[in-house]
């Protein structure tokens, strides 16, 4: 394996003594999420990629659960995304970020790791063809699993992502 092929594993790859060597360590969850982004930074590499957006409320304020946010997501969350819409060729458009209002936990929207999106027959028949079923959520959703082991969760009226 390459060190490139490491590095998108989730491994931390660092050189020691000019090449000489290089050691592997498990990375963070932070390492392999990214940096934070801005709301601005954000939704300008969504829409430099062709991923859209829309807000119920009209808006990105991340304090008003019917606002779509973006401030604070994992750079990781955003590449992650993007990748899913090259991949399947679909049209994406996310209907929630890291807004208040949805469930808490170490990988929640809040902290940056998902991002919800809406069910096309598209999104959904990529997702069921090329991820692993994995059973059901404790509320029932249906989950798949990427090989990068990101989890898309059918909530029904979209779909939960989680990029680890």
């Not at 990375?27 to 934070?36: C, D, L, M, V």
């Not at 995304?81 to 970020?97: N, P, Q, V, Y």
């Amino acid at each position: 394996m390459t060190v490139k092929h490491l590095a998108h594993r989730g491994y931390a790859v660092v050189a020691v003594a000019a090449a000489t060597a290089v050691l592997l360590l498990p990375a963070t969850s932070a390492e392999a999420s990214g940096g934070k982004l801005t709301h601005q930074q954000a939704a300008a590499k969504l829409r430099s990629a062709g991923v859209s957006w829309t807000s119920s409320g009209h808006c990105s304020d991340r304090n008003r659960k019917t606002c779509t946010s973006f401030s604070q997501i994992n750079s990781g969350t955003v590449d992650g995304i993007i990748a899913f819409k090259r991949a399947g060729g679909c049209r994406i458009t996310i209907t929630g970020g890291t807004e208040t209002g949805h469930a808490g936990g170490r990988y929640s929207h809040w902290n940056g790791y998902k991002v919800d999106i809406t069910p096309t027959t598209c999104v959904t028949r990529y997702i069921k063809r090329h991820y692993d079923y994995i059973g059901r959520r404790g509320d029932g959703a249906p989950m798949y699993r990427t090989p990068a082991g990101n989890v898309y969760a059918n909530e029904g009226n979209h779909w939960d992502i989680t990029y680890k």
